[in-house]
């Protein structure tokens, strides 16, 4: 079971940039899909983005597009924020799940298809 401890949250104003971080306890993500969820207050856990372990697939929730990007190296996942709003306020957690051989190349965008979660880190973005 690989350990996930995330960084990088702050308090920020609108249209600021923001890199969370998030590294895992073992060595390397080996075949490892990795994702990021947040989560408000009274509200489930939301999908923002996901990427695959070889990297070549990205997915985003429609109100990120063109403003967040996920990247990976071999034990890290790091989300990177640009033009933050308000309604970005969240608590951000990291998740991952290992992936069987025919789908090295998709990632979950699910959270009940993730067994591996970060403790979270806070981000809130003042207008």
């Known amino acids: 079971q690989v350990q996930l401890v995330e960084s990088g949250g702050g308090l920020v104003q609108a249209g600021d940039s923001l890199k969370l971080s998030c590294a895992a306890s073992?060595?390397?993500?080996?075949?490892?899909?990795l994702s990021w969820f947040r989560q408000t207050p009274g509200s489930e856990r939301d999908f923002v983005a996901a990427?695959?372990?070889?990297?070549?697939n990205t997915h985003y929730t429609d109100s990120v597009k063109g403003r967040f990007s996920i990247s990976r190296d071999n034990a890290n996942v790091y989300l990177h924020m640009n033009s933050l709003k308000p309604e970005d306020t969240a608590v951000y957690y990291c998740?991952?799940?290992?992936?069987?051989?025919?789908?090295?190349?998709?990632?979950?965008?699910?959270?009940?298809?993730?067994?591996?979660w970060g403790q979270g880190t806070q981000v809130t973005v003042s207008s």
């Open positions: 998740a991952a799940v290992r992936r069987p051989g025919s789908m090295l190349n998709s990632a979950p965008i699910r959270a009940n298809e993730y067994t591996n």
């Open positions: 073992e060595r390397a993500f080996s075949r490892y899909a």
């Open positions: 990427i695959s372990w070889l990297g070549g």
